[in-house]
C-alpha cells in the first residue's frame, strides 16, 4: 500500500540552497594589490601596476584545491581597495592598467576556466565598497556597482555563489577627495533590485551576505559555528552590512536582544526562523586573508582544520576556506601540504562507514512501509529517510552489528528538503546489556558530527527525544578517528 511522505515542516531550501548545501567544503582565493603592499585592507589609491604576479599558474591553484577535496572557489573579484581582477568596461583601475600579461590579462576568466576543466564550482566576491570610485556615496556609484555584478555575473559561465561583504563605508580615496564617507546599508544598494541581477543571470548561484538572502554569515571569521546552528532565520528585516553591531538600529537591536548580539544571533541562527538561511562558516589558513610571507610559519595544521570541519559541516552550515596566492600567482607550498594532508586525514575516517554491516530497526515506521524504514539511513541514497506516523515525535532507531566495533565519531543527516524537525536527539550505546548516554544534541539539519571517546559495542541507539513534526533521518554512520586523542 502506497505511502505519503510527510508534509514539509516550517522553511524549507530552495532548490539552488539544496545544491549549495551538498558542497559542505569549498575555498576563497584573497588575490589582489593588497598581495604586493602586504596589506589586508588597501586604501584605494594603489596604482594597477602594482599587481605583477611573477608566475601566475591558474591550474596549480585550482589543482591544488580539487586535490584537497575542496569542491568549489570563491574568487574577490574586487576588494575594498576597487582594484578589478578582470578587464571592467567600467573602470581604469584595474588589470587592463598593469603590466602583467602585458595589460591583456583576466584573473577572473582563467581562474573559472581553470575551475570548470577540473570540474570545481566557481564562485565571485564582489565588495559593495570601493575605496577608490569617486563616486562612492551616491547614486552613480550603485549604477556603476550593478554594471560589474553584471559583468561578472553574465561573461564568466556558470557560477555557484555569489558573495556580497558586509564591510562598508569609511576612508578612502574616493578619486583624490581622501576623505571618510558614510552610506545607508539598509538602503544604499536598494539590495532587492541588485540581488535581481544575480537572479536574472545566475538563477542557479546563492548570494551570501551577513543576512543572506540564501546563505548567511555565521557572525565570525573562526571558521566555527554556533551549537545549535539552525539553518532558519527570521532575515525580512536584514540586509548585506547587519552583522556590524554597531550600526544596528533599535528595531534591529530589539530582534537579536535575546541573543546579546547580532553575530551572536548569525552564529545559531533561530529555531522559529521564517526563513531558510544557513549559515557559512569562513576562516584563512593563513592569519590574514591575503598572503604575508611573515604568515609562512603560520599555516594553519592540517589537525586544526579537521576540528574546524567539526564544527562547521559537522554542525550542518558549510565552510569556507581561504587560501591566498603568494606574489608569485600560485598556492604557497606550505598551504598546499596542508589542505592536501587534512583530505587524507577526512578519507580515512570517513572511509569506512562501521555501520553499514548492521541491521537495524525502529520503534516505529511510517505506514509500515519500507519506502520509509530503519535502513533507509544507510542505503547511500540522500533521498531516502526514516520516518515515523505524523503524530510520532519520539522515536528510537538501533544498529545492531555482527560483532563490535570501535568509533569516536558519528554522522547524522536529516532530509532537510522537508525542513529542521527535530529539535533535541541522544545516542545511546549498549554496555553490557544496559544503554548508556553516549552523546546529545540539539539541531541535525544537513550533516551533523559528534566527535566524542572512543567507544566499542553492538549496539547503538539513536533517539529523537523531541521533534517539532515526525522525523526523517536521511543517514546514519559510525565512524573512527584514529588521530584523535579520547
Known amino acids: 500500500m502506497s505511502v505519503s511522505p510527510p508534509p514539509p515542516y516550517g522553511p524549507v531550501p530552495s532548490a539552488r540552497q539544496l545544491g549549495w548545501h551538498r558542497r559542505e567544503l569549498y575555498g576563497f582565493l584573497h588575490f589582489t594589490v593588497n598581495t604586493f603592499t602586504d596589506k589586508e585592507w588597501g586604501y584605494g589609491d594603489e596604482s594597477p601596476e602594482l599587481f605583477a604576479p611573477s608566475a601566475f599558474d591558474p591550474e596549480q591553484i585550482v589543482r591544488a584545491a580539487a586535490d584537497g577535496g575542496l569542491t568549489g572557489l570563491i574568487l574577490t573579484c574586487k576588494h575594498h581597495d576597487g582594484f578589478c581582477l578582470w578587464p571592467s568596461r567600467y573602470t581604469e583601475h584595474s588589470v587592463k592598467n598593469s603590466a602583467w600579461r602585458g595589460g591583456k590579462g583576466d584573473v577572473v576568466r582563467e581562474l573559472s576556466d581553470a575551475c570548470r576543466a577540473h570540474g570545481l564550482a566557481f564562485g565571485v566576491y564582489l565588495s559593495p565598497w570601493d575605496r577608490n570610485h569617486a563616486e562612492y556615496g551616491g547614486p552613480a556609484y550603485l549604477e556603476y556597482f550593478r554594471n560589474q555584478l553584471n559583468e561578472l555575473t553574465s561573461e564568466y559561465g556558470e557560477l555557484f555563489e555569489v558573495w556580497f561583504d558586509g564591510a562598508n563605508g569609511g576612508d578612502g580615496f574616493y578619486g583624490g577627495a581622501r576623505e571618510t564617507r558614510r552610506i545607508d546599508r539598509r538602503c544604499y544598494y536598494d539590495w532587492p533590485n541588485t540581488w535581481q541581477i544575480v537572479r536574472r543571470n545566475q538563477p542557479d548561484a546563492v548570494m551570501f551576505s551577513d543576512a543572506g538572502p540564501d546563505v548567511r554569515w555565521v557572525g565570525n571569521e573562526k571558521g566555527i559555528a554556533g551549537d545549535p546552528c539552525w539553518a532558519t532565520l527570521c532575515a525580512h528585516a536584514l540586509y548585506p552590512g547587519f552583522g556590524g553591531d554597531d550600526w544596528v538600529t533599535q528595531q534591529e537591536s530589539d530582534m537579536v536582544k535575546a541573543w546579546g548580539s547580532c553575530r551572536a544571533m548569525l552564529g545559531t541562527g533561530d529555531r522559529n526562523g521564517d526563513c531558510w538561511v544557513p549559515a557559512e562558516c569562513d576562516v584563512s589558513v593563513r592569519p590574514g586573508w591575503f598572503y604575508h610571507a611573515s604568515e609562512d610559519d603560520r599555516v594553519r595544521t592540517p589537525e586544526n582544520l579537521l576540528a574546524l570541519y567539526y564544527e562547521s559541516v559537522g554542525r550542518g552550515a558549510s565552510l569556507l576556506l581561504n587560501l591566498p596566492p603568494d606574489r608569485r600567482g600560485r598556492l604557497h607550498e606550505k598551504d598546499v601540504s596542508s589542505v592536501l594532508a587534512f583530505r587524507r586525514r577526512r578519507d580515512e575516517i570517513f572511509g569506512n562507514n562501521l555501520a553499514l554491516g548492521a541491521s537495524l530497526s525502529a520503534s516505529n515506521t511510517r505506514g509500515g512501509n519500507d519506502a520509509f524504514a530503519a535502513a533507509r539511513v544507510v542505503d547511500g541514497d540522500p533521498a ?94 559510525l565512524f573512527y578517528d584514529g588521530g584523535a586523542i579520547d
Request: charged share 30%.
Open 384 to 477: 531516502t529517510y526514516w520516518s515515523t506516523d505524523d503524530d510520532t515525535r519520539r522515536a528510537d532507531l538501533v544498529l545492531t552489528l555482527p560483532e563490535p566495533v570501535t568509533f569516536n565519531v558519528v554522522d547524522i543527516r536529516e532530509h532537510v528538503a522537508l525542513g529542521q524537525r527535530v529539535d533535541r536527539f541522544a545516542l545511546h550505546v549498549d554496555a553490557n546489556g544496559e544503554w548508556r548516554e553516549y552523546g546529545s544534541g540539539s539541531s541535525i539539519g544537513t550533516r551533523r558530527l559528534l566527535r566524542s571517546r572512543s567507544c566499542t559495542t553492538r549496539r547503538v541507539r539513536f533517539r529523537v527525544a523531541k521533534a517539532a513534526a515526525c522525523p526523517a533521518i536521511s543517514a546514519f554512520g
